[in-house]
Nanobody
Framework: QVELVESGGGLVQAGGSLRLSCAVS????????IGWFRQAPGKEREFVAH????????NYQDSVKGRFGIARDNGKNTVFLQMNSLRPVDTAVYYC???????????????????WGEGTQVTVSS
């Protein structure tokens, strides 16, 4: 069993920055890739970023490339999402999720993630 708790959301003006944290707990938590997803009102939950178990491989949705950065500190069991140059369209509830290293789904497919956090709200004002 893996538990994930997000923090760091809030209200920020366009062009500002936020850093989200995902605290990951469980006896095998370091064996999971971690993804960030977001869901805006009335829209489907979408992939934002992914990091593998060691932190050596990262992936991003095209719209956040160059603005967002994902990193993990396995010693602290925490995954971070640094969000810069925020835009109003980035407004959403952000979720982190854990994905087994070996599964039949791509890192951007939420079906491959079996543990989810409760989410943290990010609101970007214009």
């Amino acid at each position: 069993q893996v538990e994930l708790v997000e923090s760091g959301g809030g209200l920020v003006q366009a062009g500002g920055s936020l850093r989200l944290s995902c605290a990951v707990s469980g006896p095998t938590s370091s064996d999971y890739g971690i993804g960030w997803f977001r869901q805006a009102p009335g829209k489907e939950r979408e992939f934002v970023a992914h990091i593998d178990t060691t932190g050596s491989s990262t992936n991003y949705q095209d719209s956040v490339k160059g603005r967002f950065g994902i990193a993990r500190d396995n010693g602290k069991n925490t995954v971070f999402l640094q969000m810069n140059s925020l835009r109003p369209v980035d407004t959403a509830v952000y979720y982190c999720a854990a994905r087994p290293q070996l599964n039949g789904y791509s890192f951007y497919d939420r079906r491959g993630y079996i543990y989810w956090g409760e989410g943290t709200q990010v609101t970007v004002s214009s």
